[in-house]
């Protein structure tokens, strides 16, 4: 089956620190896949994407290379904010009719002034 | 684009009253609408995937004649728990999905806070 392994949280970093979330996954054709930030309260807001291997998605500092190879889909930013403060969940869909998006656990993240 | 709203955004009833959750695509077409429950500090648990037009398919576990589902429309679905009791109490998150082109991506609703005392 389909499944998305997330790095364990809670991760806490000082303001301007590197950030490395790991997310790797098991799937049984070519997935797209995402990264989804939850603030506190609110429901998920897309962060990036990747549909094949190889690309790289990007947003708001934040980057995450679909790598086939290793199956992987790490997510990366260079120097993160108080704002960055969030749960950031990993997740996959295959192509089909369903299209169904199969979650990881999600990562607290919470940064430190 | 692509903007989810969801209404209410928080709402407290008594055990044993239906609530009704509305979910809409504020500027595309959902074929393809997804209710999802989330308990604190925990992943989102897909509830049932909806089509404009047909029936709701639901994931295993959840039980049809609680969570009524409808998607009447390509911007609207909704999501009715009946005779709600405080073990329904929880975050309903919707998603939506375009009609159009390869399109995979899900956005989401702000979802809804439930308790029910």
């Known amino acids: 089956g389909n499944s998305v392994t997330q790095m364990e949280g809670p991760v806490t970093l000082s303001e301007e620190a590197f950030l490395t979330i790991n997310c790797t996954y098991t799937a049984t054709g070519y997935p797209s896949l995402f990264w989804y930030v939850q603030y506190p309260g609110e429901g998920l807001q897309l962060l990036l994407k990747a549909t094949k291997a190889d690309d790289k998605g990007s947003n708001k500092g934040f980057e995450a290379t679909y790598r086939k190879e290793t199956t992987s889909f790490h997510l990366e930013k260079g120097s993160v904010q108080v704002s960055d403060s969030a749960v950031y969940f990993c997740?996959?869909?295959?192509?089909?009719?369903?299209?169904?998006?199969?979650f990881g656990s999600g990562t607290q993240l919470t940064v430190l002034p | 684009g692509a903007v989810v709203s969801q209404h209410p955004s928080r709402v407290i009833c008594k055990s044993g009253t239906s609530v009704k959750i509305e979910c809409r695509s504020l500027?595309?077409?959902?074929?393809?609408m997804f209710w999802y429950r989330q308990f604190p500090k925990q992943s989102l648990m897909l509830m049932a995937t909806?089509?404009?037009?047909?029936?709701?398919?639901?994931e295993q576990g959840v039980e049809k004649d609680k969570f009524l589902i409808n998607h009447a429309s390509l911007t609207l679905s909704t999501l009715t728990v009946t005779s709600a009791h405080p073990e329904d109490s929880s975050f309903y998150i919707c998603?939506?999905?375009?009609?159009?082109?390869?399109?995979?991506?899900?956005?989401f609703g702000p979802g809804t806070r439930l308790t029910v005392l």
């Open positions: 500027d595309f077409q959902a074929t393809t």
């Open positions: 997740a996959l869909t295959l192509s089909g009719s369903a299209r169904q998006l199969t």
């Open positions: 909806s089509n404009e037009g047909s029936k709701a398919t639901y």
């Open positions: 998603s939506a999905r375009g009609s159009g082109g390869a399109d995979d991506t899900q956005y």
